[in-house]
């Protein structure tokens, strides 16, 4: 149990493209997802938080504008990379919380590698 | 949330136990101590978590000194696929907020 799945695993796109991302919880209800960006050789960086059926909160200098979040439903939850750039070239991972373990456990997805050409 | 400190790096020979370290000298009452690791190009994966008392599962062993100021992840036999980046994380336990990743330890199983 308790799997989150990503699509595409990995990306290639132009520069000025958008991109989405997908972050599915398989096996649980996730009231909270998170999307994290890696770059080479860094740790994750918590880029935002995302609610089902609110506003996303987004981490100091991420551009909320740019990377869209959306969190319709208790399975899904999406990013898009608009007018992508070859700085936004990353891997990009997002996490579920099971809002029933009680003890913030979080599972992550494989992540998705985007190339900005 | 406490700030942890671990080794950037440690070797371990394949078969052996791989001991992990980490230091968590400001941790408050109600935090707990994560564990998760990083395969290359993959994301991270849950390992253990434990409050003050020992743990264990099928993956590995979590010891907490009595003092609750540091910690160690015990990998009893290690094997080539547990190479990866491992993180150690103290959270409180139900707080609903993201994981504060920092450096971790970057463990080379050998063979």
């Known amino acids: 149990g308790a799997v989150v799945s990503q699509h595409p695993s990995r990306v290639i796109c132009k520069s000025g493209t958008s991109v989405k991302i997908e972050c599915r919880s398989l096996d649980f209800q996730a009231t909270t997802m998170f999307w994290y960006r890696q770059f080479p050789k860094q740790s994750l960086m918590l880029m935002a938080t995302s609610n089902e059926g609110s506003k996303a909160t987004y981490e100091q200098g991420v551009e909320k504008d740019k990377f869209l979040i959306n969190h319709a439903s208790l399975t899904l939850s999406t990013l898009t990379v608009t007018s992508a750039h070859p700085e936004d070239s990353s891997f990009y991972i997002c996490?579920?919380?099971?809002?029933?373990?009680?003890?913030?456990?979080?599972?992550f997805g494989p992540g998705t590698r985007l190339t900005v050409l | 949330d406490a700030k942890t400190t671990q080794p950037p790096s440690m070797d371990c020979a394949e078969g052996r136990a791989a001991n992990l370290p980490c230091n968590h000298s400001?941790?408050?009452?109600?935090?707990?101590v994560y564990w998760y690791r990083q395969i290359h190009s993959q994301g991270p994966q849950y390992i253990i978590h434990?409050?003050?008392n020992n743990e264990t599962n099928e993956m590995a062993s979590l010891i907490i000194t009595e003092d609750r100021k540091s910690s160690t992840l015990i990998l009893p036999h290690a094997t080539l696929r547990d190479t990866a980046v491992y993180y150690c994380i103290v959270r409180v336990g139900d707080s609903g907020y993201a994981l504060n990743f920092g450096k971790g330890t970057s463990l080379l199983v050998t063979p």
């Open positions: 400001t941790i408050s009452g109600n935090e707990y």
């Open positions: 434990g409050l003050k």
């Open positions: 996490s579920a919380r099971d809002a029933t373990s009680g003890y913030n456990e979080q599972f």
